[in-house]
């Protein structure tokens, strides 16, 4: 069984000393004393080094592999806008889940060098055609924008939604 607590403490010892004169031994004085609370508590070394699993029981790689296999899945299913009864819902943790790997803001070419975080835009608000004052939060791939409205909306109106490029321009 992993003890990632152990080896964050041993990690974490070993960085605040970096700075420090003599963090050599500091740090192998951490590593010692964690050893020594290892071999009091029955544990074994190997536990300490390599586990080789995660606490959900999947090895590293296969994890990774996993995630990614059912990311195209999740994006079918997330929504395209955030509503306040979505707090600490499913559905809500991944629409703010959205990220893409692609280059975007200020050193980016094409559309997602268009806006960037933070610009205040004006965008369209879902399929009405008005368009609303909204906070660029992020670009989410797709020539989609997450972004925040901080006009006045309608009661019971998204808190956030995504945007395609076409439907937005900077105030």
């Not at 707090?87 to 980016?108: I, L, M, Q, V, Y």
């Not at 906070?135 to 797709?142: E, F, K, T």
């Not at 972004?147 to 900077?170: F, G, I, N, R, Y």
Request: charged share 25%.
């Amino acid at each position: 069984m992993c003890r990632p607590v152990l080896l964050a403490m041993v990690v974490a010892a070993q960085t605040r000393s970096a700075g420090r004169r003599r963090s050599a031994v500091k740090g192998a004085a951490t590593v010692l004393a964690t050893l020594t609370v290892f071999a009091m508590t029955g544990h074994r070394l190997s536990s300490l080094i390599v586990c080789g699993r995660h606490l959900a029981g999947q090895r590293p790689w296969e994890s990774s592999a996993s995630l990614k296999a059912t990311e195209s899945q999740v994006d079918a299913e997330v929504p395209r806008q955030y509503f306040k009864e979505m707090r600490n819902t499913d559905a809500g943790n991944a629409f703010w889940r959205r990220r893409t790997d692609d280059k975007w803001g200020e050193f980016a070419e094409g559309n997602p060098g268009k806006f960037d975080k933070d610009d205040l835009v004006e965008a369209v608000y879902d399929d009405t055609g008005t368009s609303y004052c909204a906070q660029v939060v992020r670009y989410v791939g797709n020539d989609d924008w997450l972004v925040l409205w901080v006009d006045d909306l309608p009661e019971e109106s998204a808190q956030a939604s995504v945007v395609a490029t076409a439907d937005m321009k900077h105030i």
